[in-house]
């Protein structure tokens, strides 16, 4: 089985401090995301992953970067953490692109406080 | 611009009966299509795509969606809910297989006994 780890559960950080969430997939999985979750907006796409090194904005990446590293593991970071980045945040991983087409599978999420 | 809308916040069913949960989406070309669940405090989990083909796929948990193309329709179903089908569900869209997903707001799904 796919699985997809998140460095932590819950993590309560103050507002201007540098925050990094950190992800892992054990299944050489080319491809990595991070997104969001805001109750009554669903899930949205940070920032994403093709393969090592390589990076591209998602539909809401300001405030953010991230860091690809190694292929297993995919860092999203919050420069200077504000509150309205309070949020649950999902990382998810998939083996590529191309077909026959790959899902995405999501790690546990981290639920972020800014305070 | 694409997007997926599930009109409904909460679908209520009684354990035994048929369950629907609707989405639909507005996207240009041909989309993949996707539902996923999510149980509280825990991530997603897949539960079924359709990418090309019958119009009726198959899933986990004996979930089943219909593609409509000419209602621009995926909605999720199941015969017979189950208590333990409560959770909160995602359907979502990839326009040309970028990866880049494109999330409904989520629908509640509460199944009394």
């Known amino acids: 089985d796919v699985k997809v780890t998140q460095s932590s559960r819950y993590l309560v950080k103050r507002t201007g401090e540098k925050v990094f969430l950190e992800c892992v997939q054990d299944m050489d999985h080319e491809n990595m995301f991070w997104y969001r979750q805001d109750p009554g907006l669903g899930l949205r796409l940070i920032y994403f992953?093709?393969?090592?090194?390589?990076?591209e904005k998602g539909d809401i990446p300001e405030g953010y970067s991230v860091s690809r590293e190694k292929k297993e593991r995919f860092s999203l970071i919050l420069e200077s953490a504000s509150t309205n980045q309070t949020s649950m945040y999902l990382c998810a991983s998939r083996l590529r692109t191309g077909l026959p087409y790959n899902e995405q599978f999501f790690g546990p999420g981290t639920r972020l406080t800014v305070l | 611009a694409q997007s997926v809308a599930q009109p409904e916040d909460q679908v209520n069913v009684a354990e035994g009966n048929p369950l629907t949960v609707k989405c639909t989406y507005s996207v240009s070309g041909n989309p993949y299509l996707f539902w996923y669940v999510q149980y509280p405090n825990r991530g997603l989990q897949f539960l079924l795509k359709?990418?090309?083909?019958?119009?009726l796929v198959k899933g986990s948990y004996g979930f089943e969606a219909e593609f409509n193309k000419s209602q621009t329709s995926f909605h999720l179903k199941k015969p017979s809910a189950l208590v333990s089908d409560s959770a909160l569900y995602f359907c979502a869209v990839d326009w040309g297989n970028t990866g880049k997903l494109i999330f409904g707001q989520g629908t509640t799904l509460q199944v009394k006994p």
């Open positions: 992953s093709y393969d090592v090194k390589m990076k």
């Open positions: 359709y990418i090309t083909g019958d119009n």
